[in-house]
């Protein structure tokens, strides 16, 4: 199985931005598709980006369109995810994952980074 670490969380201003990085390990990151998800406290595990294996396709949840921004760089063994227009409701733990399939559904998703805190002030 590839192995993910995520890195770039931090504490931003609402309106800012932030990137996160998922850099895999052990096979290459060009065999999956890839996800984003994030958790808030007290809350479930909920779908935030996916893109294809190649990147040429891309998904994103209803609540991050048109403010985030899911990339890849099979080269680097690496994948992206550029945060923009941050709000509050942003603020979550977020993870970073491989399937198979391009799919927004976590079950799919075998392997998972230990996640990396965005936390956004008002």
């Known amino acids: 199985q590839v192995q993910l670490v995520e890195s770039g969380g931090g504490l931003v201003q609402a309106g800012g931005s932030l990137r996160l990085s998922c850099a895999a390990s052990?096979?290459?990151?060009?065999?999956?598709?890839m996800g984003w998800f994030r958790q808030a406290p007290g809350k479930e595990r909920k779908f935030v980006a996916a893109?294809?294996?190649?990147?040429?396709?891309?998904y994103y949840g209803d609540s991050v369109k048109g403010r985030f921004t899911i990339s890849r760089d099979n080269a680097k063994n690496t994948m992206y995810l550029q945060l923009n227009s941050l709000k509050p409701e942003d603020t979550a733990v977020y993870y970073c994952?491989?399937?198979?399939?391009?799919?927004?559904?976590?079950?799919?998703?075998?392997?998972w980074g230990q996640g990396t805190q965005v936390t956004v002030s008002s």
């Open positions: 893109i294809s294996w190649s990147g040429d396709s891309t």
């Open positions: 994952a491989a399937s198979e399939i391009l799919t927004t559904e976590s079950g799919h998703f075998r392997s």
């Open positions: 052990g096979r290459t990151l060009s065999s999956y598709a």
